[in-house]
């Protein structure tokens, strides 16, 4: 059974940091592209970064480029997403997702975590 | 950008349900359908614009080419009440239309 498990999210201050994390069982995690996607309240869906199966080829949305980076430890079946600068914008539930085939649909998700950025 | 019709929609149940995306320019079949309930994360429907996903109910189908896309519900059941999302992934940056919430009258 696939699943994917985020942890790492929570409360932090305008201009604080953070690190989540995701973790892949039930696949073979080095041969699968992930991604973060999030969620803002009331909001709709957002893809903020991405990363090959290799972590050679990246993504970052234009509203996060510089300031969240993405990387992932294939011997850990594990995804991160560092997030600095951040900002009360960035306040949304994050998932990691995977995607799968040629035309890069999300076919499992994580429950996802809560970011708030608030002083 | 995508653009979803109509943003609500009140349905009884049984009842047909059509969704549509309108894409801004061409995507070919790079179109994807979503179905996401209260306080859980979207789950895959249907792959490149009509291919239904591994374990999806019959009732559920999509159509479309190009620019134009539908989802339909077929007989609708009360836990069809969701938000459903189409999301492009023909090109970066891949976006996801701003939703469709189906209530159960």
């Known amino acids: 059974e696939v699943q994917l498990v985020e942890s790492g999210g929570g409360l932090v201050q305008p201009g604080g940091s953070l690190r989540l994390s995701c973790v892949g069982s039930?696949?073979?995690?080095?041969?699968?592209?992930m991604n973060w996607v999030r969620q803002g309240p009331g909001k709709g869906l957002e893809v903020v970064a991405s990363i090959s199966s290799s972590g050679t080829y990246i993504y970052y949305a234009d509203s996060v480029k510089g300031r969240f980076t993405i990387s992932r430890d294939n011997a850990k079946n594990s995804l991160s997403l560092q997030m600095n600068s951040l900002r009360a914008e960035d306040t949304a539930v994050y998932f990691c997702a995977r995607d799968v085939g040629a035309t890069f649909y999300f076919d499992f998700w994580g429950q996802g975590t809560q970011v708030t950025v608030s002083s | 950008v995508l653009t979803q019709s109509p943003d609500f929609q009140s349905v009884t149940p049984k009842e047909k349900v059509t969704i549509t995306c309108r894409a801004s320019?061409?995507?070919?079949?790079?179109l994807h359908w979503y179905q996401q309930k209260p306080d859980q994360s979207p789950k895959l429907l249907i792959k490149d614009a009509s291919q239904s996903f591994s374990g999806v109910p019959s009732r559920f189908s999509g159509s479309g080419s190009g620019t134009d896309f539908t989802l339909t519900i077929n007989s609708l059941e009360p836990e069809d009440a969701a938000t459903y999302y189409c999301?492009?992934?023909?090109?970066?940056?891949?976006?996801f239309g701003q939703g469709t919430k189906v209530e159960i009258k």
């Open positions: 999301h492009q992934s023909s090109s970066l940056p891949w976006t």
């Open positions: 320019q061409s995507i070919g079949s790079s």
């Open positions: 039930g696949f073979t995690f080095s041969r699968i592209s």
